[in-house]
C-alpha cells in the first residue's frame, strides 16, 4: 500500500497486477510450491526442465570512466519459491552491491543469504584496502573460498578504479560480458568459456 501511495503522489502510471503476470515464473512457481527448493538462473541445484524456455535472473554493471569513477548497480530477479518477506542481497548496499573510488564496483548474483551473511561485495574492497590483493585475487577470495564454505552458490563482477575487470563464480554459470574503451568486448556463460 506504501508504494502504491507514493506513486499516485508522484503522479506514477498506474498498471493493474495482472500486467506483472508471468505464465513462466508461475508455471515454475507450481512446480516448486509443494517443496523447500528454490529456483535461481544459474543455480546447480535445478530441475532440469526449469529453464528449458529462457533465462531470467540478475543483472549487475560495473563501469569506471575515464577520471576512474566507479560505479555498480544490481538489479534482481528474484527466487521463485521465496519465503514470505524475505530480502535477498541484490538491494542491500555492501552486499549484492558497491562501489568505493578507492578500490572496487561490485555487483553479484547468487542465493542471498549466503551473500549477506559475507557482507560479499565490502568484503571484497575491504580485502583490497586492507590486505593489498588485487580485484581478481579479492574476488577469487570471496567467491571461491568464502562463500562455499557457508553454502553461498553464485557469483560476482567487479571493476577497479584502473578499469581491471573481473568476473568470477562458483555457479554452473554465469551471464556475463565485458567491454573495454579500446573496444575489446567478450561475453560467456559457462565456466569453460574464456573470460
Known sequence: KGANDFAASQNIKSVPDEYFFSRFRYDQWQQLKSSDSYALDHSQKQPANLLSEKKFGTVGAVACDSLRNIAAA??????????????????????????NNN????????????????????????????????LQQAMTEVV??????????????????????????NSAGMYRGAKSSDGKSFVSIYKDQDQ
Open 144 to 169: 571461491m573460498s568464502k562463500l562455499p564454505k557457508i553454502e553461498g552458490e553464485g557469483g560476482m563482477i567487479g571493476v577497479d578504479a584502473a578499469g581491471n575487470t573481473a568476473l568470477i563464480f
Open 103 to 134: 578500490t572496487c564496483a561490485i555487483s553479484c548474483t547468487g542465493h542471498g543469504e549466503p551473500f549477506i551473511k559475507a557482507v560479499a561485495a565490502y568484503d571484497v574492497s575491504c580485502l583490497m584496502e586492507y590486505k593489498g590483493m588485487s
Open 74 to 99: 544490481t538489479s534482481t530477479g528474484g527466487m521463485t519459491n521465496k519465503s514470505y518477506g524475505r530480502i535477498g542481497d541484490s538491494p542491500l548496499i555492501g552486499i549484492g552491491t558497491y562501489a
